[in-house]
């Protein structure tokens, strides 16, 4: 039997600001396409948020959100924006583009909040 | 009946499984009673939800395969892809007396009505035999003498839906042309070797452009995009080409 | 998101769930992108219906025509993307 396992290679999200005052407690992640997703700061600086980059050693394609995506395993799929291109520091949460319809602004799929209250 | 199709709409009706079909070992029709069936036109589609004990729900688009009737049926091909959700329970799982729910017809543009009696060019690709198929079936049926053309783009032989019946309509309808373009596999006497259909093809098979047909288009996104950049640039009225895409592996969502 | 991705669907696809705010059928509608301002029909666009919701793009300029999400009961449309639709309510094909 042969076991083949595709792994997934970037780096923790919180390398992103390692050089950055990052003194604003909220973020957005901009991807192309004009898709956006917001995030407390602190999930980007834990050690469960990624920016993925490689897919099994090759650079991440396109169809699986290459160049770049965002991973927070931690919460529903949407906020894991696929084709980032950027990141923008906030005062206050502002809801990106699906939590703007009516998806939850934080998305914790343990408290099941997968829609707005 | 028109107003009913239109407001109809929004129901998922109940639909019984009366038939089952194979048209090749990796596709097959089913054969479905609906409850309520406004009737459709051919080119049309629906919505199927399968929904499972713990609720979780999916659903996929399917064109209706068959004529317009009023007997209350309509007949889905439906192709079992490998890693599908939904295509290997329909295919292979599926047996008389189920029920599914649908929601339908759905479409307004990629639609065909004996009404029209002008010269129409049918663009296959794979699956996307399916409307086009219903559009060849109406035509049938309606006794239309309307000029159709049939390029039908499919990998080899064996992958051809409804060959039987696209032979015998052929065989018996001078109006009706339909030529078959192999990507991998020929058969022996096939006219040219294996290969994607391209400006050659186009300009041998289809009707000549100064006849203004209305085009339908169907198939994979990407071979949508290429066949309808190629009727295009052959001289085809990029307003009268009417496309349907089934995304990147021919299965509609 | 280049031009060879071709992992959409189209109008057609996203008629079904168009229609539970629409009352007639949008996609032998024409639409003007408001913001490239080019009007085409609806069944040309291009139609994710992957993500959690659907959203519909236009085929010239990739911008987002419109958005539709289920929120438990609720269906919520975005069409501020268009800055129209246009329907022909006599026309039959």
């Given amino acids: 039997m042969v076991e083949t396992r595709y792994i997934l290679g970037g780096c923790f999200a919180r390398c992103l600001l390692a050089d950055v005052k990052a003194d604003l407690p909220y973020s957005i992640f901009r991807s192309y396409g004009d898709y956006t997703t917001n995030l407390p700061l602190k999930d980007v600086m834990n050690k469960q948020a990624w920016i993925a980059f490689k897919y099994d050693g090759a650079d991440l394609e396109a169809e699986h959100g290459g160049p770049a995506r965002l991973l927070v395993p931690h919460l529903y799929l949407w906020k894991s924006a696929k084709w980032v291109k950027g990141m923008t520091l906030m005062p206050n949460d502002k809801p990106g583009f699906w939590e703007n319809l009516g998806y939850h602004i934080y998305g914790d799929p343990w408290q099941e909040q997968r829609y707005s209250e | 009946m028109a107003g009913t199709a239109v407001l109809g709409i929004v129901t998922w009706r109940t639909a019984t499984v009366v038939g089952l079909r194979d048209e090749t070992p990796t596709a097959r029709t089913l054969a479905l009673a609906v409850d309520d069936w406004p009737g459709h036109v051919a080119g049309q589609h629906v919505d199927v939800r399968l929904t499972a004990a713990d609720g979780y729900s999916a659903v996929r688009s399917y064109s209706i395969a068959s004529a317009p009737s009023s007997d209350g049926r309509i007949e889905l091909t439906i192709e079992q892809l490998p890693n599908g959700e939904v295509s290997p329970y329909l295919t292979q799982q599926v047996v008389v007396g189920d029920e599914l729910e649908v929601r339908g017809p759905i479409g307004r543009w990629f639609v065909w009505r004996p009404e029209q009696s002008g010269t129409i060019q049918l663009v296959a690709g794979g699956s996307g035999i399916v409307p086009l198929m219903a559009m060849i079936r109406s035509r049938a049926s309606a006794n239309s003498t309307a000029p159709f053309r049939l390029l039908y783009s499919v990998r080899e032989p064996v992958a051809v839906w409804y060959r039987d019946e696209l032979q015998a309509i052929s065989d018996h309808d001078s109006s009706v042309t339909i030529t078959y373009a192999y990507t991998r596999t020929a058969p022996k006497d096939s006219p040219r070797p294996p290969g994607r259909i391209d400006a050659g093809l186009i300009a041998h098979s289809t009707w000549p452009p100064i006849l203004s047909p209305t085009c339908y288009v169907c198939g994979p996104t990407s071979f949508v995009e290429s066949a309808a950049g190629l009727l295009i640039a052959s001289g085809y009225d990029p307003d009268k080409i009417r496309t349907e895409r089934f995304g990147p592996t021919g299965e509609q969502k | ?93």
């Fill in chain 3, 1 to 93: 998101m280049s031009s060879q991705n071709y992992d959409y669907l189209d109008g057609n696809a996203a008629a079904g769930e168009l229609s539970k705010i629409f009352v007639m059928d949008v996609t032998a509608a024409e639409g003007k992108c408001a913001h490239c301002g080019t009007t085409r029909r609806f069944a040309e666009a291009h139609v994710y219906m992957q993500c959690p919701g659907v959203v519909a793009r236009c085929a010239g300029c990739e911008h987002v025509l419109l958005r539709l999400v289920n929120v438990r009961q609720r269906v919520v449309l975005d069409v501020s993307g268009m800055t129209y639709l246009s329907l022909d309510t006599a026309q039959t094909c």
